[in-house]
């Protein structure tokens, strides 16, 4: 050991170890604690993931009768132990310090799931699912410890460059000094993501392109950032007074982004900034050709969503039409799928196209106002199972029923509103498949288990909703 008693560490215990690893070879079990590596205590996952990387590393193991064994392990580099932990930062989650004026939960309504309401803000959970972190809660040790370990990249909440400005929308006195540990980031060559969300009258218009400016002085350590709407629910009582953006704003807000990704392309090669769906959808233009998405670094804030799945959906067609080239081989038979209002003119163009395609085939495309959190809401992502039943009761479905994979709880077939799917398909009496969020998926949804076209069957034309 270093200077600390094998005793005086607080350690880790281990939920499993994975079948065929070296952790089970070593016959380290479930419920064993993992107080060191090399002699250092383990702080979080980041200690963890990089002191197991040597090729030669010493592991103390703890027993559940008190029991510690010192293990030797040579293995290969960055080859890992199988080692699966009880809480998966091996730390508690950080709440967020913050109360941002446009922090989506402070809107959610009473009465959902404890974890709904849960505002988190912790940068190991930036490397490890790509949330995005505003910096307030970091110490310099966390800092200094991403700069040591060279994680990367790093996912930023900057919603504004204005120190002053933003003290007041994060609602944060330390807001703005925050962003001088950007600074430290870049010099110690952290690569990084930002994001704005933009709220009409504080950070839009001359401070939007105030942003950009400073935002460009990162590049090539920040590799893009985003610029996304704000999202309003209809529960915002005592909460600070936002409006929602009109035609004209999107307008105003692409003109000024597609001025500045002339410049940081010409500059540097890259478009930088880059516009959500949402702000075309709104400003009724056409979304951007894929080569000025930079390779889709934004797509989880919904950056270029539609240009891919689009093209991704072309590229399906055409081989699927290549598949039936004979009338009586191609899908026919009866089937509906619900979006939301955001996404719904592109399913719709989608499913028209399937139609042209394949002519014995009926597709019902259905868009869904959500009225639980408010007719504002228009990503399918929330949508809930009520609003899904009482505007889908009535209506044809055919043999069953599309939905898009974000709709539901990540790994589970739970709605937000804790709604579960063998309850929706029971209240509808169709079956319901649930759709990844691509093209090709989309498309081999849509024809799975549709059968080919009898010699005798009649001709039957398209239906499309929701018009």
């Known amino acids: 050991m270093q200077d600390k008693e094998a005793s005086q560490y607080k350690g880790h215990v281990l939920a499993g170890v994975l079948p065929g690893s070296i952790g089970e070879e070593l016959e380290i079990e479930a419920g064993d604690r993992l107080l060191a590596i090399d002699g250092t205590e383990i702080e979080d996952i980041f200690d963890y993931q990089f002191l197991v990387q040597d090729t030669y590393i010493e592991v103390l193991i703890e027993k559940p009768d008190g029991e510690q064994w010192l293990l030797e392990v040579d293995k290969e580099f960055d080859e890992d132990l199988g080692l699966e932990f009880e809480n998966g930062l091996m730390d508690e989650y950080r709440h967020c310090c913050n109360k941002c004026v446009f922090c989506f939960i402070d809107q959610m309504p009473p009465g959902m799931r404890e974890s709904l309401y849960f505002k988190d803000d912790d940068s190991r959970l930036s490397f490890l699912q790509g949330n995005y972190v505003t910096l307030t809660n970091m110490s310099d040790h966390d800092i200094d410890r991403i700069c040591r370990y060279r994680l990367s990249p790093i996912n930023i909440s900057f919603h504004t460059m204005n120190p002053g400005l933003r003290c007041e929308m994060l609602n944060n006195r330390f807001a703005g000094e925050a962003l001088k540990k950007v600074d430290k980031l870049y010099e110690a060559d952290i690569h990084m993501n930002g994001q704005i969300v933009l709220c009409k009258g504080l950070n839009d218009g001359a401070e939007l392109e105030f942003s950009i400016k400073e935002l460009m002085r990162y590049i090539p350590r920040l590799e893009s950032v985003s610029v996304v709407p704000v999202g309003l629910t209809r529960y915002r009582e005592g909460l600070y007074p936002l409006e929602c953006f009109q035609k004209e704003d999107a307008e105003a807000v692409i003109d000024l982004i597609e001025g500045y990704q002339k410049e940081c392309y010409n ?171 691509s093209g090709h998926d989309f498309v081999q949804a849509v024809l799975k288990e549709m059968p080919g076209r009898g010699k005798n069957s009649k001709d039957k034309k398209p239906v499309e909703n929701g018009d």
Not at 301 to 325: C, D, K, Q, S, Y
Not at 407 to 418: A, H, P, T
Not at 423 to 430: G, P, W
């Open 267 to 437: 500059k540097y090669g890259i478009h930088f900034v880059h516009a959500s769906d949402e702000w075309y959808i709104l400003a009724g233009r056409e979304m951007p050709e894929e080569e000025r998405y930079d390779g889709y670094l934004q797509l989880e804030n919904g950056v270029g969503m539609l240009r891919l799945l689009t093209n991704e959906f072309e590229e399906a067609m055409e081989i699927r039409e290549g598949e039936h080239p004979f009338p009586d081989e191609r899908p026919r038979g009866e089937l509906a799928i619900a979006t939301g209002r955001l996404a719904f003119p592109y399913i719709k163009k989608m499913a028209e196209r399937m139609t042209r395609a394949f002519p014995n085939l009926t597709i019902y495309v259905y868009p869904i106002t959500n009225y639980f959190f408010g007719e504002q809401i228009t990503v399918s992502g929330l949508i809930t199972g009520q609003d899904l039943l009482a505007q889908l009761k009535d209506k044809p479905l055919g043999i069953r029923l599309l939905l898009p994979e974000n709709i539901l709880r990540s790994g589970e077939d739970v709605f937000l509103d804790d709604f579960r799917v063998p309850e929706l398909e029971k209240a509808l009496q169709v079956p319901v498949n649930i759709v990844k969020s």
